[in-house]
T-cell receptor, first 113, second 115 residues
Framework: SQQGEEDPQALSIQEGENATMNCSYK?????LQWYRQNSGRGLVHLIL?????REKHSGRLRVTLDTSKKSSSLLITASRAADTASYFC?????????????FGTGTKLQVIP | DGGITQSPKYLFRKEGQNVTLSCEQN?????MYWYRQDPGQGLRLIYY???????QKGDIAEGYSVSREKKESFPLTVTSAQKNPTAFYLC??????????????FGEGSWLTVV
């Protein structure tokens, strides 16, 4: 079963608006990562947040992590049409083990020019 | 440039046929993976390999086989035993788990369709 569940499943916004997507997970984690996937392409790593961190920034990306609620959010500010893609969260368990990285079901973001 | 190369990009399989998807990486990563992605779905792990000549089943290994004879290569065979193989297949790699960051690098994927 999927460890991460993204919400919403799909999101459509106007260019320039902010986009927020959420990820909930079920068990304790070592870290949580966000990946981006353009249609028909591979996934690209965006940002990682460790379990002892609450917020991280990278360019127009802001990630938060609330381990008490087992949830994370990804905020993309000042969205662009090129941000149109699916976004996945991926969690790693506390015990490590790269084979145990589990991906969520994804949020499909459409940014309308 | 370093990366992961998957081929072919599009592949059609007839009923009863085995097909092999190629995956080559020049990132010098020890670990390699195969994932399956169905339309609108997340990724499911088929097989993974930590080192040469070693591989382990993932969550959905039935109907698939792999080999890891070289560090750079991790081909996936979709056998006739896989009853619903139509999907998008992603190969990936990473450095071995060291307790720190484990970023996974992906190829561009291969579309397999049963005809």
């Amino acid at each position: 079963s999927q460890q991460g569940e993204e919400d919403p499943q799909a999101l459509s916004i106007q260019e320039g608006e902010n986009a927020t997507m959420n990820c909930s997970y079920k068990t304790s984690i070592n870290n949580l990562q966000w990946y981006r996937q353009n249609s028909g392409r591979g996934l690209v790593h965006l940002i990682l947040i460790r379990s002892n961190e609450r917020e991280k920034h990278s360019g127009r990306l802001r990630v938060t992590l609330d381990t008490s609620k087992k949830s994370s959010s990804l905020l993309i500010t000042a969205s662009r049409a090129a941000d149109t893609a699916s976004y996945f969260c991926a969690t790693s368990p506390p015990s490590g083990g790269y084979q145990k990285v589990t991906f969520g079901t994804g949020t499909k973001l459409q940014v309308i020019p | 440039d370093g990366g992961i190369t998957q081929s072919p990009k599009y592949l059609f399989r007839k009923e009863g046929q085995n097909v092999t998807l190629s995956c080559e990486q020049n990132l010098n990563h020890d670990a390699m993976y195969w994932y399956r992605q169905d339309p609108g779905q997340g990724l499911r792990l088929i097989y993974y390999s930590q080192i040469v000549n070693d591989f382990q089943k993932g969550d959905i290994a039935e109907g698939y086989s792999v080999s890891r004879e070289k560090k750079e290569s991790f081909p996936l065979t979709v056998t006739s035993a896989q009853k619903n193989p139509t999907a998008f297949y992603l190969c990936a790699s990473s450095i071995p788990w060291t307790g720190e960051v484990n970023t996974i690098y992906f190829g561009e994927g291969s579309w397999l369709t049963v005809v």
